[in-house]
């Protein structure tokens, strides 16, 4: 294939937009009229699934197509935990830089140890989670860079490029990065192709940090909740309350919603460019988001849970002639997306990785795919952390797994804290699409659905190396496997 034969690539993906919060889902009143066009035009991943509902673990796995117990960004790159990507993994944007790609990144990474980890006065000016990220092997292969580590300041956004001097800006950081976006494709060379990564930090809280005009497209006594929002008091998934009640959710939901039209309204922007340039046809777009957002489902904000508000993730994939236009039900997973990208792009696919190449699945249209997708979660707050070391435990031996299929979730969930009762939970989503009524599972192998996700699941744990089982075996309550090679 001739250098001008090869695609281009631009992948967005936004934090904490979840599944059910797109128009063509039909399911959250949210307004998106430019992605639903789209998403015609393309496949949709009505099954699309995050593997770590949280936002490093997640971005490791979709840039390596690992795990995170593989990666070792099983929590967020913040202060107190000793997070980041290694330098040794080999990411997609290394394989297209190596295959004469020109490669991009702008927007929130994530990926890099908080620089207030290791020293209390860096010259970036890095406060909190952030950090700003070198040219040098941390960046992956990305030659062009306009990127932050973690900063949720959306209407004053800041950026690093090539040295440690802030970029402050006074605009919503989308627009913002749209603008870059568009400007990065216009700058290109047209002799090489180009593979742009677009880290919108929106919808991400702090939710009222959104333009007016998204906000008046909303009348907040007519957005529905969803059905398993039952509850008046809101917390996060360690229990920690949320302030404000039913009132103030309906605010946060508004505006969330707001965020999610703005991208919708940028996301246009670019679509508009790239057909104006006479760039669509040999361009593949996705679009997704890193995992969603509970906003009051089961009594919950944010993520970090198992449940479909919070697992769910939109994903689209447009190559006008190549892909085809269709729903699918395939089983998407985090990992799948690196290798199934650049089987699209007639690149090698590196052995590191663990996830599924669905390329020929897309393009052959077939219904059969992987049957599960594993899921994970481990305790990462600095508290937590420090509480387990007393205790002398391991807390990735902790937090929850689970395997998702098409028909059910099952999940084991150990608790985030030394102590916390371990508990086994089964949801039948055909019958139960808001996960309201779940079964308690005390004894798996006795029940016929259970035992066998259970062998599923351990068979996952084992393959991963993941120190759940182990933790699972000492107590005896996991069904005894065989490692089976899954890649």
Known sequence: MGRRQKPNLIYIFADQWRRQAVGFEREDDVLTPNIDAFALEGTIFSNAVTCSPLCSPHRASMLTGKYPNSTGVYTNCKVGADVSLSQDEICISEVLAENGYQT????????????????????????????YTPPGPKRHGFQYWYSYGAWDE?????????????????????????????????????????????SWNPPHSP??????????????????????????????????????????????????????????????????????????????????????EMMGSHGLMAKHVWYEES???????????????????????????????????????????????????????QISGPEEAYMCAYPGRKEAIEAFQKAGLNNREYGWRAIRTHEFTYVIHHGYAPGDEQIRLLYDLQKDKYQLHPEHIDYPESHPIAKELERKLCCWLV???????RRLMDRQTCINVTPKKRI
């Open 207 to 292: 939710f009222d940090q959104v333009p007016e005009k998204y906000r008046k497209l909303y009348n907040r006594e007519r957005i529905r909740l969803r059905e398993n929002v039952n509850q008046s008091a809101f917390s996060v998934h360690t229990g920690e309350a949320m302030d404000g009640g039913m009132e103030e959710l309906k605010d946060k939901q508004l505006n969330y919603f707001a965020a999610i039209s703005g991208i919708d309204d940028h996301f246009g922007r670019i679509l508009k460019y790239l057909k104006e340039e006479k760039l669509e046809e040999n361009t593949i777009v996705v679009l997704t988001s890193d995992h969603g």
């Open 311 to 365: 697992i769910g993730v939109p994903f689209c994939i447009r190559w006008p002639k190549k892909v085809p236009q269709i729903r699918t039900d395939l089983l998407l997973n985090t990992v799948d997306i690196m290798p199934t990208l650049l089987s699209l792009m007639k690149l090698d696919v590196p052995d590191t990785v663990e996830g599924n190449d669905l390329s020929g699945c897309i393009l052959n249209q």
């Open 104 to 131: 991009g990144y702008i927007g929130k990474w994530h990926l890099d140890l908080p620089e207030l980890n290791e020293t209390d006065q860096p010259v970036s000016g890095a406060a909190g989670w952030d950090a």
């Open 463 to 469: 393959d991963l190396n993941d120190p759940f089982y």
């Open 154 to 198: 959306h209407l004053t956004p800041h950026y690093w490029q090539d040295c440690p001097e802030k970029i402050n800006v006074n605009q919503w950081s989308v627009e913002h990065e749209t603008d870059k976006a568009i400007h990065y494709i216009q700058s290109r060379r047209d002799d090489q192709p180009f593979a742009l990564f677009l």
